[in-house]
């Protein structure tokens, strides 16, 4: 399973209505919202502290290396300089959200991947705890939904939750990638092709198979499939 590469992410803007403010501080990227919700729509207004976020810059190179990405072409892809991004992955440079936005879009996320809520959170849990509200996400165009469960992409274990709506798929192609997969069937049904075998997968059934292997996938129910991945090494 690799949806980053295989299909075309949407990337959010991000917009503050009504009395919302953003703030960064260096023990992370803190959210505090007030009145309204924040919600997908243009940057303009998003007011941002310019202060170094050690935090953001390990989750971007994490998570560049989890794409297998240099930090070259990272730079290629962004338009920003090889110098500058360094900085930001060392924690001695923290972007503007225009920077933030230009990165997360290469690396096929949102800039929502980058955020943590504040308020649902206690100091030091992110890093061995993701609570339900805190779940960074990628919404494709197929209309699936990633969610990731792991804390982070630093260790060798990747854990995630897919929604597929009716129809959605991983494409027409079968794919290959390094590692090993497995995961289980929450709710409704998924079409699971690996190599030259298709099966129908209901709720409560697994599976497991090297991801050398061509594989694809698809909703072919009339119904949301929910299903539990575990992936090594982390690919998302």
Known sequence: MQHWSHRNSEISDWKFH????LWVNASGLDLKVQKEAFRPAGRNNVLVQDVPDARIGSEIRALRKARRLTIKALAERTGQSVGYLSEI??????PNIKSLHEIASALGVTIGWFFHAADSSKPGEHEYFVRSGNRRHVLFASGITDELLSPH??????????RFP?????GADPY?????EAGIVISGRLELWVGDMRMMLEAGDSFGFESSLPHRYSNTGDQEAVVIWVITPPSY
């Open 18 to 21: 009504g009395t919302e403010s």
């Open 89 to 94: 992955e060392r924690g001695l440079a923290s």
């Open 153 to 162: 992409l630093r260790g060798k274990l990747e854990l995630l939750m897919s």
């Open 166 to 170: 009716p129809g959605a798929s991983s």
């Open 176 to 180: 290959t990638h390094e590692g090993e």
